[in-house]
């Protein structure tokens, strides 16, 4: 009684709160809001452990009413953990189209997603929506990294909602991924990983005690460079798999990228591949923005990145090294992009030798052998039919590979059709530079931080 | 692709001595003599500008060299107009280039990310990536943040949004 007495007391604090903050969210007053909305948390907070506590106490009727006070992140709705995913064809399961996969041959052991762990770095358009298809799929664990709140500007995208402005964007998307599926465990990471302490800080982040990778896969969901570099940096120094994502800045565009370190193109080996849209970079309006964007194109980017990371994580299909989508033609451009031995990152390359030293082993050449003797068995098996009236044959239609590691201009010639670098090939004349590199100074970093300080003072 | 650059941006830009060890602050012991080589750079950059009468900075930073930040200025219509700027050197530097900042300028204009980093994508990222790791803090400032003082602040005067005493 005295539970149900403060459940009743706490909602009505709810939607008093819910409607102050529905009166409030002009700019002026984002700050009292987000106040207001942390009041409001803590509250349902509270709200969902007692109904924890107590789950048959909250009757439909209640969960009506507070669907009435516009409360949809509601504590009633939160479903108890699931211990085992289930398979049985139940409305109350909610693994069971999951599950299905399985007995339909698709996916051999799909319970293995729950020993998963996915950290998603960039919570925008693409990461929020991707964090909450690997929520649905049941993914054993979530690592969310953004530095970044929720804006009104964002409505124009996926996953966030009015109301979650001037949150962070790690709050917001824990916030609504719990409630979806409360067997998910999500860790939320508010932080910009450029700098050199966010640098550090994501590397332990994902690092074990002992330095190892706690992750199977980094997913690489930010809008800029930096960011990439970063999470390239610190997966070749943990030797961790990641994919890599990107939506066009006019949003007509996108490509995902799968980089194994040593294995594949490392993303410092060759310029950011991208999807040619067929604009003049130069008749490109770009008066007062810096970038567009489009729920459809940054869905259907996220679509892909989780279905190539359900492939590799399950061992279904082929994970495809390299995917481009152009809108505008509905053109999906794949190709491989070997690593470069003349890399600029000075790890790369040394991955890359073990790697090759792993790939020639004599365990591997026989692993290889082995594993295709078995397909072909398979296939011979499977692929016979007893009739063929349409004449229907299987053709390989495997992409071309970049020829990297020249570092001419030439090398945009070996991309596979639709695709160009976002970025020149770093390229300088050795004669220039030594012509034009600073002379050697007999001064140390002390005697030239005073000099520029003196210049400073100088009129 | 430095087709768009006025002439004077590109005379002044090729007598910026152009940097070799590429390192970056993540490198302990070659960081130092990347900051040597940058400390150097910046030296000549600002006496070049004092001798042909075009000062527009001045820069500062941290023992380290991992934080730097100093005033610039922009003369339109012959008044001053001065703005406090800093950036961090970036975990990935030189591969990337540092975020130049105008924090009082934070929201008052679309070329511009969100704290106040200026919006540098179309122009400078290119060059920085085709010169790097040769670039340095002074091309940052000649490339980055001059190029896109000139094109801003005029605008930001002209449509009110600064004043000269603010």
């Known amino acids: ?177 719990r409630g979806i599926n409360p067997d998910v465990a999500i860790e939320s990471f508010t932080m910009n990983i450029t700098t050199l302490q966010g640098f550090d800080a994501f590397k332990a982040s994902i690092s074990d005690g002992d330095g190892t990778s706690r992750v199977d896969l980094v997913l690489s969901c930010v809008d800029n460079y930096e960011a990439r570099m970063t999470i390239n940096q610190v997966c070749l120094e943990m030797e961790q798999t990641w994919m890599e994502s990107g939506v066009s800045e006019d949003a007509v565009s996108g490509h995902i990228q799968v980089v194994i370190p040593g294995e594949t193109a490392c993303f410092a080996c060759v310029p950011p591949l991208v999807v040619a849209s067929g604009i003049d970079e130069r008749t490109l309006k770009r008066e007062g923005v810096c970038a567009a964007s489009l729920p459809t194109t940054m869905g259907i ?87 063929n009236d349409w004449g229907i044959q299987v053709v390989s239609d495997a992409g071309p590979a970049a020829a990297s590691g020249t570092g001419t201009a030439g090398q945009q010639s070996g991309l596979a059709q639709g695709l160009q670098y976002s970025l020149p090939v770093a390229s300088m004349d050795l004669r220039d530079l030594q012509r034009e590199a600073v002379e050697d100074s007999t001064e140390d970093v002390d005697d030239l931080m005073s000099q520029l300080q003196a210049l400073n003072a100088q009129k | 692709m430095a087709e768009g650059w006025d002439s004077g941006t590109k005379e002044t830009v090729r007598k910026i001595p152009l940097l070799t060890v590429n390192a970056g602050p993540r490198d302990k012991d070659q960081w130092t003599k990347r900051l040597k080589e940058e400390l150097q750079a910046l030296i000549k950059y600002i006496q070049i500008n004092k001798s042909t009468d075009s000062d527009w900075f001045t820069i500062t930073s941290n023992k380290e060299g991992t934080h730097w930040s100093g005033k610039c200025w922009y003369i339109h219509e012959l008044i001053k107009y001065e703005f406090d700027f800093e ?50 803090i002074g091309h940052a400032m000649c490339l980055g943040l001059a190029p896109w003082m000139a094109a801003e602040i005029p605008h930001l005067v002209e449509s009110g949004v600064i004043t000269s005493d603010s």
């Open chain 2, 87 to 136: 950036f961090d050197i970036p975990a990935t530097y030189p591969t990337t280039a540092p975020e130049i900042k105008i924090p009082s300028l934070d929201g008052k204009t679309a070329k511009m990310y969100r704290g106040g980093a200026i919006c540098l994508t179309v122009h400078f990222k290119p060059l920085w990536a085709k010169n790097s790791p040769h670039f340095g």
């Open chain 1, 301 to 387: 980017i996220a679509g892909l990145l989780v279905q190539n990371t359900l492939k590799y994580l399950l061992n279904f299909g082929q994970v495809t090294r390299y995917l481009g989508y152009s809108s505008l033609t509905d053109f999906f451009p794949t190709m491989d992009i070997k690593p470069n031995p003349g890399c600029s990152n000075r790890l790369c390359p040394k991955l890359q030798a073990a790697f090759q030293r792993r790939y020639n082993s004599e365990e591997a050449v026989a692993a290889r052998s082995a594993a295709a003797a078995a397909a072909a068995d398979a296939d011979a098996e499977s692929a016979t039919h007893e009739d």
């Open chain 1, 1 to 177: 009684m005295v539970d149900a007495a403060l459940t009743a007391n706490i909602r009505r604090e709810v939607s008093k709160l819910q409607a102050d903050i529905d009166a409030l969210q002009t700019n002026d007053v984002r700050l009292s809001a987000e106040k207001l909305q942390h009041q409001l948390e803590k509250l349902n907070d509270q709200l969902g452990s007692l109904s924890t506590l107590a789950p048959q106490r909250s009757t439909e009727q209640d969960g009506e009413k507070l669907q009435d006070g516009n409360n949809q992140q509601n504590a009633q709705h939160v479903r108890p953990k699931v211990k085992e995913m289930s398979a049985e064809v139940v409305d109350s399961n909610p693994y069971s189209r999951l599950m299905a996969l399985q007995r339909m041959g698709i996916v051999k052991d799909y319970q293995r997603i729950r020993e998963k762990t996915i950290a998603v770095v960039g919570i925008g358009g693409v990461g929020s929506v991707a964090a909450e298809m690997l929520t649905r799929c049941g993914i054993g664990r979530l690592l969310l990294y953004d530095y970044d709140k929720v804006e009104l500007a964002n409505m124009n995208r996926l996953f966030f909602r009015p109301k979650q402005a001037g949150m962070t964007k790690t709050e917001a998307a824990a916030q609504t991924l």
